[in-house]
């Protein structure tokens, strides 16, 4: 399935940035970022494809950007951060293109199951107020 390593957490203070990176040891169709804080599920913040389709989290519009490079990393920039985007962040991806073309921001979708098959470790954010 390959496997996933996430760089570029820290700590920074609110209105700050942090700059995620994800390295991939093969080629995915989509690449998506998720966040998860103690008690609550993990929720989508971010995805591209392969086609170049973004999709963005209401809580991230507008602050957050996603990006590949030309060496497949995918890359999550983060401005203007909030002490609410305080979570451990994770990398995942799926190899497949569904029909659509898009990249869910959610883990479950019908008909597929589990979307994402391979995961990274997490990387923590921390903003402080």
């Known amino acids: 399935q390959g496997q996933l390593v996430e760089s570029g957490g820290g700590s920074v203070q609110a209105g700050g940035s942090l700059r995620l990176s994800c390295a991939p040891s093969r080629s995915y169709y989509c690449m998506a970022w998720f966040r998860q804080t103690p008690g609550k599920e993990r929720e989508g913040v971010a995805t591209?494809?392969?086609?170049?389709?973004t999709a963005y989290a209401d809580s991230t519009k507008g602050r957050f950007s996603i990006s590949k490079d030309s060496d497949k990393h995918v890359h999550l920039q983060m401005n203007s951060l909030e002490p609410e985007d305080t979570a451990t962040y994770f990398c995942?991806?799926?190899?497949?293109?569904?029909?659509?073309?898009?990249?869910?921001?959610?883990?479950?979708?019908?008909?597929?199951?589990?979307?994402?098959?391979?995961w990274g470790r997490g990387t923590q954010v921390t903003v402080s107020s």
């Open positions: 591209i494809s392969n086609d170049g389709y």
């Open positions: 995942a991806a799926q190899k497949e293109r569904r029909m659509s073309g898009s990249c869910p921001l959610t883990e479950v979708v019908y008909g597929w199951g589990h979307f994402y098959h391979t």
